[in-house]
């Protein structure tokens, strides 16, 4: 049993260190024929806010060798047409539901995290931070967050474990997710109509084996010195890459987008470290 | 609910400009549906059916499409048939209307019992597609923008002229698009200006975009429709042409 | 003509805007019969301090897909050996070499400014900060770089731009090289000796295609603010990416490690960016 | 001073549990000099020539190494000749002592025209190459550590122990070695109690290394010699033995 909220008064105890990055899994059971849930610690929702958003205009996915960069604007039809598709599935679930929620303006994180208080199933809320956060906007929305009664993990941004980490561990996170992906731009072809800022270039979140190593190097230097439960995620597509985290002292850890190439991947690598 | 399923490579042979690519699977993907094959690249790749038999499927591919690079007996993982395809059943005259390079999905379609007439629009006649795809039973209108074969002019304008392919659209029970999806919303308007009330389904078109997930997880395929935002690797790739007018 | 050095009472004039990144073309002319340095602007050598360094223990080079990781110490002969073997090249050289210098201490950074200030060719120093340097650390560098009469450019880590970049420029960095490559680790085979911490884990720099999209992110971001010449530096790979660079503001990029695969990209590049 | 060369692809053909894989090239490189080949991954792989002939040479490679996937007639990017190789010029008695996988970089040094010995040491007697590219005029010696074929226990044991294999090396001109590099500081310890006074490179020493660029550049090559740091790539990588016991 792995316990990710050990300060929390509820806890968030796990069966196992696996489980899926927000954004990847879906909503409710999309995998549920290709993959064995038993064997995952916990499934993260994709991201949601209080209300609906729609999906970002411009090139969307773009592919850089073994790499691609995904930008969507977290499109999702708002908690309550979530709460109302979903919450069933969440209910039935034999494993917590974790859910991801925007970090759009605390007033709504606050209401999300109210509304999500009596939902079956559901066993803590990952707060999804955007990059450069201020530490005392990043606290505020933690606050907002922990008005409901679930424990809070932190998903911090790819270029701000520096100045958030520490801050928000000591401002109540239960635990952390290092990290988000970075943010990243690549040069169009020259004849593609959308174009973000007179320049050629596609912006996105960036995915791929590279993060791997950068992710590791981050666990190594970050989790002495953290006194919360790290979560890993980043480029992960290996069980030896898993292990190495959790030797680093990650708590669980997530896969991301490579699920959508390998589905499987997920449970090999959950079965594969729990039958260490 | 998405099925996985091992398909065997059989054969890739030229077809200029295109490559007929072949794989063997127990339950290939209906006209406009999809499988998300896990080829070259970081995420999967969709392919669409050019052709469907009992054993399996074949793509028309461009050259330098990983398909075109496996080895014959390769094992490919697909997930899949994914998706809403075209919806023909009991449909007695069927009408296709597809630019030149966006044919190769519809192909199925012109199998299908039902009389069919097909409207290919290309730039030029030398980008028309060859002919011998194209069952004889088909009849067939061609569009160039420059003339230099069949008729002259855009798709759009031939909807909107007194013409044969404006003829066909009035006579036809459903017709099947496949267009660069820019052009759906004035090419829905043609179809309302042709036919007075058409019903729900009698025009669709396939929308391709890029699906990384196949499974409605990543948010990628999001197209707006008259209500709403759905995803076209779930709620689609075929959908109803007159939902997509959302200038209108 | 490209000025590198604007505010520099001698400047650092260059003809071109391609240029090889420090660590990847030796000290001299190793490359000479492969590549036409007519066509580059300027040559950066490898890292040099004023003593010689010793090359890492333990694993010094791993492949992780397109990616590897480097860790090599930054071993070399010391400045005066550097000198005495490869002063005749620089002299002789019709392009500007630039002298990377190790940030190992400020008055051996100084002393090593000092005793380039004379020689032949030379036309400036990059300086090369360690990873999570201080600011004031970082100015002390610089300052005492700049005891020679040389321009310099501050080459900042790349998990330091947010602290670091604009506080150099305020402290009279003549330009700045956005990045040095991340730091980065990957799990080791089980059965190596080489074990850097009880884990089984290679530590080093991560070299590859995915640096470039991270790159153009932060020279978006960051050219804006930045009131010096920015050279471009990260896995740069293509003429397309290239240009991005030089669009985004970068005065000229660097081409690094791809060149031990594709000697010629460098003059590839630099050519087809020379006829646009 | 760096060559490029383009080499072409001729044959690869399994030869247990190795690959023979044959280029066409100008300059082929000779014994313990190397060609960076750009093959698959992110850095170029060194290729040390197995046999050589005036229009190129051949590579044993393990099953998977990149230049078993190539095409035939495909051409390859190759740097070099690079490095510094064996210096057996006017030997008359060449002894080679090699482990039972390091054996393939050293095959040239077997056809030369000196009288040659060859010792081979592996594990278990399985472990012992095939030897069909041995030449018959090569007198052999073979040590396994289990005793299951020739001699029994370590290079190092028999070197200093009174047997046939430092009885070769007593007489030979030169000794060329090709064994784990960590080994190499007790081997040339057994060489100094086995002559008096050796001289500079009567024992060389092939040391494989990561040589990510060949040339200087990178760093990565480096070895720690009894005069210092050299790179591997162009101070060796055939280094005199002597000069490797770093720690005497
Ligand atoms: C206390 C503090 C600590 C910091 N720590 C770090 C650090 O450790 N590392 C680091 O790299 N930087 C750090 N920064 C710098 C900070 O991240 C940036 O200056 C800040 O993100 C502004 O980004 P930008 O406007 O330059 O560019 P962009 O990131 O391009 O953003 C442009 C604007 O658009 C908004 N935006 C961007 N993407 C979206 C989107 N998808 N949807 C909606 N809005 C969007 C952004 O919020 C911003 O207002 C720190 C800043 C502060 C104040
Ligand atoms: C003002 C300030 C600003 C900062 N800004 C940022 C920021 O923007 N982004 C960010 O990520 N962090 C930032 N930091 C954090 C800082 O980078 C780290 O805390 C610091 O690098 C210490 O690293 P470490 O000891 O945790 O780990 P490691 O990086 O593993 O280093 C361990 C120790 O070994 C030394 N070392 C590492 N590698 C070598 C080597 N190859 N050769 C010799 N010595 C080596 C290091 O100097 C360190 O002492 C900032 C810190 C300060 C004080
Ligand atoms: C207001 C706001 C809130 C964000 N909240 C989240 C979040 O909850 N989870 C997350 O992973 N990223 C979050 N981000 C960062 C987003 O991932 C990213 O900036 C963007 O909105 C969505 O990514 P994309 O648009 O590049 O696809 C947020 C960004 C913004 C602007
Ligand atoms: C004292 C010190 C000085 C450094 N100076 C440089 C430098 O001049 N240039 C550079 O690119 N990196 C510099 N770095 C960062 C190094 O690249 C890196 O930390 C390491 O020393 C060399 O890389 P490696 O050992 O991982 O191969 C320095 C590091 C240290 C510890
Ligand atoms: S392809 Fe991922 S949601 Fe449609
Ligand atoms: S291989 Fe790069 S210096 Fe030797």
């Known amino acids: 049993m792995i316990e990710l909220a050990p300060k929390h008064k509820y806890g968030l105890p796990i069966q196992h260190p696996v489980m899926p990055a927000a954004g990847v899994f879906g909503f409710g059971n999309e995998y549920h024929d290709l993959i064995d849930e038993t064997v995952l610690g916990a499934v993260v929702t994709n991201p949601v806010s209080l209300h609906a958003r729609k999906a970002a205009r411009g090139p969307r996915f773009m592919t850089h060798g073994d790499h691609f960069l995904v930008h969507t604007g977290l499109p999702n039809p708002g908690l309550k047409r979530v709460l109302k598709e979903h919450r069933a599935t969440w209910a039935r679930r034999s494993l917590p539901t974790i859910v991801h929620l925007i970090a759009t303006t605390p007033p709504e994180v606050a209401q999300a995290a109210q509304l999500l208080s009596g939902i079956q199933g559901v066993a803590g809320l990952e707060l999804g931070l955007d990059d450069g956060a201020e530490v005392e906007a990043a606290c505020a929305f933690l606050e907002a967050a922990r008005e409901g009664h679930h424990p809070i993990l932190v998903r911090i941004p790819f270029g701000d474990i520096y100045p958030l980490a520490e801050a928000l561990a000591e401002c109540g996170a239960d635990a952390l997710t290092l990290t988000a992906p970075p943010r990243a731009r690549l040069p169009l072809a020259p004849d593609t109509e959308h174009d973000t800022e007179g320049l050629l270039l596609a912006k996105g979140r960036l995915y791929g084996p590279a993060l791997m190593p950068l992710l590791l190097h981050q666990l190594a230097r970050w989790i002495p010195r953290l006194a919360v439960p790290v979560v890993a995620c980043g480029g992960i597509t290996t069980t030896d890459a898993a292990r190495a985290c959790l030797e680093l002292g990650a708590a669980a850890v997530q896969i991301d987008a490579v699920m959508w190439k390998r589905p499987n991947l997920l449970t090999e690598i959950a079965k594969e470290l729990s039958n260490e | ?248």
């Open chain 2, 1 to 248: 609910m998405i099925r996985e399923q091992v398909a065997v490579f059989r054969e890739a042979r030229p077809e200029p400009p295109l490559w007929w690519v072949r794989f063997e699977v127990s339950v290939p993907p209906a006209a406009g549906r999809f499988m998300l094959a896990d080829l070259a690249g970081p995420v999967r790749i969709p392919l669409f059916a050019a052709a469907i038999d009992p054993t399996g499927f074949a793509i028309m591919a461009p050259p330098g499409h990983p398909a075109t690079h496996l080895l014959p007996g390769a094992r490919v993982a697909m997930l899949g048939p994914l998706g809403k395809g075209f919806r023909i059943e009991n449909q007695q005259r069927l009408l296709v209307i597809t630019e030149a390079g966006r044919l190769p999905p519809l192909l199925p379609l012109l199998t299908s019992t039902a009389t069919t007439t097909l409207v290919v629009e290309a730039a030029t006649r030398a980008r028309l597609p060859s002919l011998h795809r194209i069952p004889p039973t088909v009849e067939l209108h061609t569009i160039t923008h420059d003339g230099s074969a069949g008729h002259t002019g855009t798709l759009e304008q031939l909807l909107d002229a007194d013409s044969p392919v404006r003829e066909s659209l009035r006579w036809a029970d459903c017709a099947c698009f496949s267009c660069e999806p820019a052009r759906y919303p004035a090419l829905a308007r043609s179809v309302r200006r042709a036919r007075m009330h058409p019903s729900a389904d009698f025009a669709q078109a396939l929308i391709e975009v890029t699906m990384p997930c196949g499974a409605g997880a990543c948010e990628v395929c999001r197209i707006q429709t008259r209500s709403g935002e759905r995803r076209a690797c779930s709620d689609g790739p075929v959908f109803d042409l007159l939902e997509l007018d959302t200038d209108g």
